[in-house]
Every structure is written in structure tokens, then in C-alpha cells.
């Protein structure tokens, strides 16, 4: 059974553009959670979402947003780069919304000049 | 707020040392208490769920146990291959997100 893909794995980007990242969860889980790890602060929480609906949001700004598709697969965007946004984004699916296992995949480590 | 804090930082062991990681924890009502290893370059990997103060959980040399304020991750003579960051985590009542501790990175040396 495959696992959590996120691609792409590395990106660099400048201050003021905008990004977009991808995740395939496993097959059969239907939702997919987005967390931003930095060595500062740690496992951030983003938001949730299942069924192509946001179940859950973290405390983040308005920049970063997200979206669900039908299969499940998701993308997050952040618009308006800021140095502060470098860290590695990583994606969560799970069988159910705040499901107690998540399955987290080997992130996209987005650097910011 | 639900907050998590994990000590030491860093542990640094010998192989065959055993020794233990703290998780202390406030939430507003424990769904559950998770605990996650993370190597480096990759995702955390999910290792046990905790409910209830009193439960224990093992999986070859670790062992996780749970209190109402804290948990421990008790690793019993560690391998170098056991080196990684492990992480905590909590989840409320209500069935919100998951609050994650900012881990300890363990190294075992040969």
C-alpha cells in the first residue's frame, strides 16, 4: 500500500510569490491534514480537511489556504511569500476527520530568499 | 489553551543505556495521548495512543505509560537505530487538532 506522497519534495521561492503544494493520501483515507514544522515552534497545525470541505483551521493568517479534491488528494497555497514562511509543510491523512493515526508523509521543505 | 512540553531536549545515550522522555501535558479533557518518532528527512512515524491515566503501551524496547498530567516514553537498552526525534502529542475532548510537544532528539552512540 502506498504511503503519503507530497511533491514536490524541495522548493525555493522568492518573498511576495506564491506556492503551491500537493498530497496524495493513502488510499481509502479521506482526510488530509496540513501541519508547518519549524526548529522554533515546532509541529504547527494548518487545517484539516475532509470531503472536500475544511473541517478544522489552525491559527495561521489568511495566506495560507487549502483545498480538497474528489480523490481526496489536497493542496495547500500560500500567497504572499514571507522569509518567516520557510519551514518543512507537512501532510497528515487519516481514515476519518481527527482521526486518532495519522499518516504523515516525508514533507516539502520550502525555503523563502 | 492545550499545551504540550517535552524534556529533555536532547538526551544523548550509550547503547544498552536505558532511559526515559517526558511528555507533560494541559488539555481540556484527553481524547487521546500520542506518541510519534520522527527520523531525520522524514515525516513522524506514529508509535502508540494513550486514553487514560494508568495505560500502558510497548512495542519492542519502548514503552509508553500515562498519567494525568504527563507520559513517558521509557526506552529500555536502546540501539543506535532507535536515534531520532520522538514526539508528543495530545488531542482534546471535543475531537479537535492534534497539539504537538516540540520533541526530544535522541542519539544513541554505538
Known amino acids: 500500500k502506498a504511503g503519503v506522497t507530497q511533491t514536490p519534495r524541495y522548493l525555493i521561492k522568492t518573498r511576495g510569490q506564491q506556492v503551491t503544494l500537493s498530497c496524495s493520501p493513502i488510499s481509502g483515507h479521506r482526510s488530509v491534514s496540513w501541519y508547518q514544522q519549524t526548529p522554533g515552534q515546532g509541529l504547527q497545525f494548518l487545517f484539516e480537511y475532509f470531503s472536500e470541505t475544511q473541517r478544522n483551521k489552525g491559527n495561521f493568517p489568511g495566506r495560507f489556504s487549502g483545498r480538497q479534491f474528489s480523490n481526496s488528494r489536497s493542496e495547500m497555497n500560500v500567497s504572499t511569500l514571507e522569509l518567516g514562511d520557510s519551514a518543512l509543510y507537512l501532510c497528515?491523512?487519516?481514515?476519518?476527520?481527527?482521526?486518532?493515526?495519522?499518516?504523515f508523509g516525508s514533507g516539502t521543505q520550502l525555503s523563502v530568499l | 489553551e492545550d499545551q504540550v512540553t517535552q524534556s529533555p531536549e536532547a538526551l544523548r545515550l550509550q547503547e544498552g543505556e536505558s532511559s526515559s522522555l517526558n511528555c507533560s501535558y494541559t488539555?481540556?479533557?484527553?481524547?487521546?495521548l500520542f506518541w510519534y518518532r520522527q527520523d531525520p528527512g522524514k515525516g513522524p512515524e506514529f508509535l502508540f495512543t494513550?486514553?487514560?491515566a494508568g495505560e500502558e503501551k510497548e512495542k519492542e524496547r519502548l514503552k509508553a505509560t500515562l498519567t494525568k498530567k504527563e507520559s513517558f516514553l521509557h526506552i529500555t537498552a536502546p540501539k543506535p537505530e532507535d536515534s531520532a526525534t520522538y514526539l508528543c502529542?495530545?488531542?482534546?475532548?471535543?475531537?479537535?487538532?492534534?497539539?504537538f510537544g516540540p520533541g526530544t532528539r535522541l542519539s544513541v552512540l554505538p
Open positions: 488539555v481540556s479533557g484527553l481524547r487521546g
Open positions: 494513550l486514553y487514560s
Open positions: 497528515a491523512s487519516s481514515l476519518a476527520v481527527s482521526n486518532e493515526k495519522l499518516f
Open positions: 502529542a495530545v488531542q482534546g475532548a471535543y475531537g479537535q487538532n492534534f497539539v
